[in-house]
């Protein structure tokens, strides 16, 4: 960890809108995307499928469409979190170059919006301040969809209104409708570059400014307003990419397993001269050892058959010789058939 020399980056902006109805917000926001799309042009930036419009507006965005050109989704009531972010994302990682929200209010205080929500919280029960909790972490949710933007993006947001009483071009007293603090939970500003605020002539003001462009000037957006925010975001170095995380060794595979040799079935004509019993390991059962002679010497078995234990019993008692069939594996010998002959009338010692 090091302090390094600060240096402007370029980047994406993050633009805010705010206006009263009627203030001219879709109008004014689709200017300055689609200067902000003849601006990358200009610079030779990839500008993707152009302008995308994400619109809880009834559909107002429609009304410029023979003057923009952009694409266009629609949400409609209720105007949840997920509904915002899921849309959100959809534009970031589908290809365009601007994003414009027309408009943010409707999450906050729309139908099925995050105030609704929490009155719904209230009236259920349960202490109203705590209720807030789920409500912030939504809201927090909102919040980084906006600030984690791939594109650059333009957010429209309603201002609360008022009236004042101001004398006309005619000396007379008349009231004139503004603006107040935008339609959004308080401080939700202050996540973007430079915020405008419209007025009923449509003319903007700034009430953030980070670009220091805009600072004290009433004028009326335009196109350029996108090419000068554009200017201003691409003039520092460029954007550093951080380089996907190295991926992990891979482990080499382990050999695969050999497969267990076959059991060796082998037949043959045994003296058996004693059976004795014991215990299985681990407490799994009775078998039998049996010891028996053929022509390479003694030779000891294994079984857990009864059956077979008797029938050899037996035949050892009578003094015959058993032909047995067996499988052998590592651990022992697992008898499968046995039958008896005649014992022959030598014995190995």
């Not at 600060?6 to 809108?17: E, N, W």
């Not at 984690?148 to 071009?169: G, P, T, W």
């Not at 499988?327 to 008898?335: H, T």
């Amino acid at each position: 960890m090091a302090f390094q020399k600060a240096d402007k980056r370029q980047g994406r902006l993050r633009i805010a809108l705010t206006a009263p109805s009627g203030g001219g917000k879709t109008f004014s926001g689709l200017l300055i995307a689609q200067g902000i799309i003849e601006g990358m042009k200009n610079m030779g930036l990839d500008t993707g499928k152009g302008i995308a419009v994400i619109d809880t507006e009834n559909g107002s965005a429609l009304d410029y469409a023979d003057r923009f050109e952009f694409d266009h989704l629609k949400i409609d009531p209720p105007y949840t979190t997920p509904k915002y972010v899921t849309a959100m994302q959809e534009a970031y990682d589908g290809g365009y170059a601007v994003l414009f929200v027309d408009s943010l209010s409707h999450a906050w205080a729309g139908e099925g919006g995050l105030l609704q929500k929490k009155e719904a919280l209230d009236t259920r029960g349960g202490n109203s301040y705590t209720n807030w909790a789920g409500i912030t972490k939504e809201h927090e949710q909102l919040k980084a969809i906006i600030l984690s933007n791939k594109i650059h993006l333009i957010c429209a947001m309603r201002s609360k209104q008022d009236y004042v009483i101001e004398q006309n071009d005619k000396g007379k007293s008349a009231p004139r409708k503004v603006g107040l603090a935008p339609v959004q939970r308080e401080g939700m500003e202050y996540e973007f570059t430079v915020v405008f605020d419209l007025g009923m002539d449509h003319s903007a003001q700034v009430s953030k400014d980070r670009t220091a462009m805009f600072d004290g000037a009433i004028f009326k957006p335009t196109k350029d307003t996108g090419k000068l925010l554009l200017d201003w975001r691409m003039s520092g170095k460029p954007e550093q990419v951080e380089a996907p995380p190295a991926a992990a060794p891979v482990a080499a595979a382990p050999p695969p397993a050999k497969a267990p040799a076959p059991p060796t079935r082998l037949q043959g004509v045994f003296n058996v001269s004693l059976i004795t019993p014991y215990d299985k390991p681990n407490n799994a059962g009775k078998a039998w050892k049996i010891m028996t002679y053929d022509t390479e010497g003694p030779t000891e078995m294994k079984t857990d058959v009864p059956e077979f234990v008797a029938a050899a019993d037996v035949a050892l008692k009578a003094g015959l010789t058993v032909n047995i069939t067996y499988d052998a594996y590592a651990n022992g010998c697992v008898i499968i058939a046995l039958a008896t002959v005649p014992r022959p009338a030598a014995v190995p010692a």
